[in-house]
């Protein structure tokens, strides 16, 4: 049983079309995030959500907007694609460790995105 | 600059050696993650670290918090070990946020 599952894996699209992503983890996890990964492999946070609300928006474009309907799933629409959207997406997902030594996380396999 | 460095960028060892990748973090921290990315790309977490040394098999990773630099190790290296590893480090605000670094790009010769 995949932890931490998306789809699509791959997608390829064309400018300014609206796209969606879809994240779920059967890990019971309070935390979910999508992480954005450049062409040069670079990943930075997009947004974090912990049961349901959102905890970390890190200047992403409004065309980009994220949906928890449960703690389990959170998924990741984008409205009017442009070229540089292009790259890898990843979900994850973390539960804290309550002895306060940290967390796990646990990414997806990655969905890419094309915008041509 | 980036507030979380790797070096180096690329490394390239015959197998069976000793591999050592390095971190380095200008930033106040609650906790270190090492991640290993496939050419796949699928991100795997190796170890998450607050202090001290860890160890899983062949891999060692330490932490000096007060030098605010992490090494991950690995023994008796091979290929399947080929892959790109990235630091990343949690902030000590009390988010989930983690910030990564760069990656080093790890090729194992037979």
């Known amino acids: 049983d995949t932890a931490v599952s998306q789809t699509p894996k791959y997608l390829v699209t064309q400018m300014g079309n609206d796209k969606s992503i879809k994240c779920e983890q059967n890990?019971?996890?309070?935390?979910m995030y999508w992480y954005k990964q450049d062409s040069k492999k670079f990943l930075k946070i997009m947004f974090s959500y912990n049961n349901k609300e959102l905890i970390i928006n890190e200047t992403v474009p409004n065309r980009f907007s994220p949906k928890s309907p449960d703690k389990a799933h959170l998924n990741l629409h984008i409205n009017s694609l442009e070229l540089g959207d292009s790259a890898v997406y990843f979900c994850?997902?973390?539960?804290?460790?309550?002895?306060?030594?940290?967390?796990?996380?646990?990414f997806g396999e990655g969905s890419w995105l094309t915008v041509v | 600059k980036n507030e979380v460095e790797q070096s180096p960028q690329n490394l390239t060892a015959q197998e069976g050696e000793f591999i050592t990748i390095n971190c380095s973090y200008s930033v106040g921290i609650s906790a270190l993650h090492w991640l290993q990315q496939h050419p796949g790309g699928g991100i795997v977490s190796l170890f998450m670290?607050?202090?001290g040394k860890k160890k899983h098999g062949r891999l060692i990773a330490t932490i000096n918090i007060q030098e605010k630099h992490s090494s991950l190790h690995i023994t008796a290296s091979h290929p399947r070990d080929s892959a790109v590893y990235i630091c990343a480090v949690r902030s000590d605000f009390g988010n989930e946020k983690l910030t990564f670094g760069t990656g080093t790009r790890l090729t194992i010769i037979p």
């Open positions: 890990l019971g996890h309070d935390t």
């Open positions: 670290l607050s202090s």
């Open positions: 994850a997902s973390s539960q804290v460790d309550f002895s306060g030594q940290g967390y796990t996380i646990y």
